[in-house]
């Protein structure tokens, strides 16, 4: 795995795993809704499920860190499968985040194009270096 794919792949990790506290335990807070493009009516309502995606994302960052660390540490084959899992489901979760916008879940209505964007690019960058 070149080194584009893996600085994408890592990156897109930690960025998950940095987003994990704010969807798991700050939602609440009106900055981080703000930081979030999301509207604050409902919070409480939604707080379960935001919970649980930002575990899940951090779980898919650790999964990414692990399979780099076993490229790099001599299971190149196995750590690309893990990679390029983790990565797939990044991108294809970043994906469903726009359809939820285009399907009017979002709201305000349009709010996750600058998350979809932000959350797609890194894992579809690593994943086309990888296929490569």
Request: aromatic share 10%; glycine share 10%.
């Amino acid at each position: 795995m070149d080194t584009l794919a893996q600085l994408a792949a890592g990156l897109s990790a930690v960025v998950l795993i940095a987003v994990f506290p704010f969807e798991a335990f700050l939602i609440d807070r009106p900055w981080v809704q703000r930081f979030l493009g999301i509207e604050p009516h409902g919070i409480a309502n939604v707080h379960l499920w935001s919970f649980c995606i930002g575990a899940r994302n951090a779980l898919a960052g650790v999964g990414t860190l692990v399979g780099l660390w076993m490229v790099n540490r001599g299971d190149a084959d196995t750590g690309t499968t893990v990679v390029v899992v983790c990565c797939v489901y990044m991108l294809l979760a970043s994906l469903f985040m726009g359809v939820a916008d285009l399907l009017g879940f979002w709201l305000p209505r349009g709010g996750s194009v600058r998350g979809t964007l932000a959350s797609s690019v890194l894992p579809a960058v690593a994943l086309v270096a990888i296929a490569v």
